[in-house]
Every structure is written in structure tokens, then in C-alpha cells.
């Protein structure tokens, strides 16, 4: 129903940052939480990132640390600022939010955007 779009990805060295932006046709506030979720060629989804419609957040154990998500329901857009990148965080990333209860599930989440490409060089 709501669409996303992605944007913000590029190429960058290891070490280097990046600020991811996920732009929604509709409000977000209306999701219980929005999350960013990452896939490398060949590899499963995986969720890195969530913030509750109260702006708690969430983070995998491989980016804590180094990525802050964000939201700013005035705008309808989630962020995703990403610091001392590493070649293993090279994914497409996507952003997308789900209606149901506060989850670190990524099965749980629809509304899904096309994707940016995130590519970390060595």
C-alpha cells in the first residue's frame, strides 16, 4: 500500500560512511516499526536495523555500533547513517515497515522498497 524508495547507496572504501534515506508515498507513522534490511548476491535477508513509531531502536549485533537509524515522520522518510563501513556490510539495502507489534522478524515486515546498492571496497 505505502511505497518506498530507497536511496543514498554508493561506493565507498572500508571505513568510510554513508547515509542511507528511505522516502514513503504515505505516512510512516502508521507502521509499528520501520526497518532497514540488507542482502548480498547469493545471500539471505537480513534485518540490521528497526525504530518503533516512539523511535526506540533495535540493531543487529554485526552494526551496533556503526549504524544509527533514524526517523522523521514529518518528512515520511527513515534513515539509516552508516560509519566505519566494512567490505562484509557490500548489500543492497532496503527499507520496509510492518503493522504488527514491535518484531525483530524480517517475515513480519511488507511494504517493501526497490533498493539501494551499498558496495564497500577493501
Known amino acids: 500500500q505505502v511505497q518506498l524508495v530507497e536511496s543514498g547507496g554508493g561506493l565507498v572504501h572500508a571505513g568510510g560512511s554513508l547515509r542511507l534515506s528511505c522516502a514513503a508515498s504515505?505516512?510512516?507513522?502508521?507502521?509499528?516499526?520501520m526497518g532497514w534490511h540488507r542482502q548480498a548476491p547469493g545471500e539471505q535477508r537480513e534485518l540490521v536495523a528497526i525504530?518503533?513509531?516512539?523511535?526506540?531502536?533495535t540493531y543487529a549485533e554485526s552494526v551496533k555500533g556503526r549504524f544509527t537509524i533514524s526517523r522523521d515522520n514529518a518528512k515520511n522518510t527513515v534513515y539509516l547513517q552508516m560509519n566505519s563501513l566494512k567490505p562484509e556490510d557490500t548489500a543492497v539495502y532496503y527499507c520496509?515497515?510492518?503493522?504488527?507489534?514491535?518484531?525483530?522478524?524480517?517475515?513480519?515486515?511488507?511494504?517493501w522498497g526497490q533498493g539501494t546498492q551499498v558496495t564497500v571496497s577493501s
Open positions: 520496509a515497515g510492518t503493522l504488527r507489534r514491535s518484531t525483530w522478524d524480517e517475515t513480519d515486515y511488507d511494504s
Open positions: 525504530i518503533s513509531r516512539r523511535g526506540r531502536t
Open positions: 504515505g505516512s510512516i507513522f502508521t507502521f509499528t516499526d
